[in-house]
């Protein structure tokens, strides 16, 4: 496996995996599986389509019924918690297909997701979020606050999707596929999120295939293939590594 030399010190992990495996029926997807995101960083997860980027999220967040492993979130073992219990310690999950309520409008979806104040284990606040808030991190919500859900774009529902998680006040957001499938203006607009986010200590664990974006707001990146890492180190020596890049990430 290819190395990096970027490590995160112990006492600012705030998300380890180890040892995950993980099944889609009878089909072995994950296999020991290791990664640790810590405080205000960001970190990619990298591969080709159906390498288990999006297995390794959803197993994460207790939304696959067979896996094995250990995942440890703010000092708490969530590996057998439910999706909502995982969800009320703070870890935020952001899907692929964003899973915006068609029939409420912009403002009733961000109730949806709001959630108590949170507090680092220092007693610091973790950042907490309003509407207003979030409009102003993203000006298309708020030129929109009273459409419905099901009139959006596929760009605008993404947007949708990131804010109403952030009503929860997440100390690590998991963001499954942000730059897919939408325009670039609203690519650059999830790039200054997630940078904004990191700025005030909020740690995000992406899945990604596009590396110019991942290099962008990324500090380290695992390289997936077949369920299992081939690399783990810095975005900057992921991207001067070719060997890396064309094996597991080239098209």
Do not use: C
């Given at each position: 496996?290819?190395?990096?030399?970027?490590?995160?010190?112990?006492?600012?992990?705030?998300?380890?995996?180890?040892?995950?495996?993980?099944?889609?029926?009878?089909?072995?997807?994950?296999?020991?599986?290791?990664?640790?995101?810590?405080?205000?960083?960001?970190?990619?997860?990298?591969?080709?389509?159906?390498?288990?980027?999006?297995?390794?999220?959803?197993?994460?967040?207790?939304?696959?019924?067979?896996?094995?492993?250990?995942?440890?979130f703010m000092g708490q073992?969530i590996s057998r918690s439910?999706?909502?219990?995982?969800?009320?310690?703070?870890?935020?999950?952001?899907?692929?297909?964003?899973?915006?309520?068609?029939?409420?409008?912009?403002?009733?979806?961000?109730?949806?997701?709001?959630?108590?104040?949170?507090?680092?284990?220092?007693?610091?606040?973790?950042?907490?979020?309003?509407?207003?808030?979030?409009?102003?991190?993203?000006?298309?919500?708020?030129?929109?606050?009273?459409?419905?859900?099901?009139?959006?774009?596929?760009?605008?529902?993404?947007?949708?999707?990131?804010?109403?998680?952030?009503?929860?006040?997440?100390?690590?957001?998991?963001?499954?596929?942000?730059?897919?499938?939408?325009?670039?203006?609203?690519?650059?607009?999830?790039?200054?999120?997630?940078?904004?986010?990191?700025?005030?200590?909020?740690?995000?664990?992406?899945?990604?295939?596009?590396?110019?974006?991942?290099?962008?707001?990324?500090?380290?990146?695992?390289?997936?293939?077949?369920?299992?890492?081939?690399?783990?180190?810095?975005?900057?020596?992921?991207?001067?590594?070719?060997?890396?890049?064309?094996?597991?990430?080239?098209?």
């Amino acid at each position: 496996m290819g190395q990096g030399r970027h490590s995160v010190n112990k006492a600012d992990v705030l998300l380890q995996v180890q040892g995950l495996n993980a099944w889609y029926g009878s089909a072995h997807i994950l296999f020991n599986l290791g990664l640790q995101v810590g405080r205000g960083e960001v970190v990619a997860l990298m591969g080709r389509n159906g390498a288990g980027k999006s297995t390794t999220l959803k197993s994460i967040m207790g939304l696959l019924s067979r896996k094995q492993g250990q995942v440890m979130f703010m000092g708490q073992d969530i590996s057998r918690s439910q999706p909502y219990q995982i969800a009320r310690l703070g870890l935020g999950y952001v899907p692929e297909d964003r899973r915006v309520f068609s029939d409420l409008t912009v403002t009733e979806n961000l109730e949806t997701g709001r959630q108590a104040e949170r507090f680092w284990p220092d007693g610091s606040p973790v950042p907490s979020w309003t509407p207003q808030d979030l409009y102003a991190l993203f000006p298309n919500l708020g030129a929109m606050q009273n459409r419905l859900g099901g009139q959006m774009s596929g760009g605008e529902q993404q947007m949708l999707s990131v804010a109403r998680t952030l009503m929860g006040n997440p100390s690590v957001v998991l963001l499954d596929e942000p730059s897919e499938g939408v325009a670039p203006i609203i690519v650059e607009q999830m790039g200054h999120m997630i940078l904004a986010l990191k700025q005030q200590g909020v740690s995000i664990l992406l899945s990604e295939q596009n590396i110019h974006f991942a290099a962008w707001v990324s500090d380290r990146a695992y390289v997936l293939e077949k369920g299992q890492i081939r690399y783990s180190g810095s975005m900057d020596d992921l991207l001067a590594n070719q060997e890396i890049r064309r094996d597991y990430l080239a098209l």
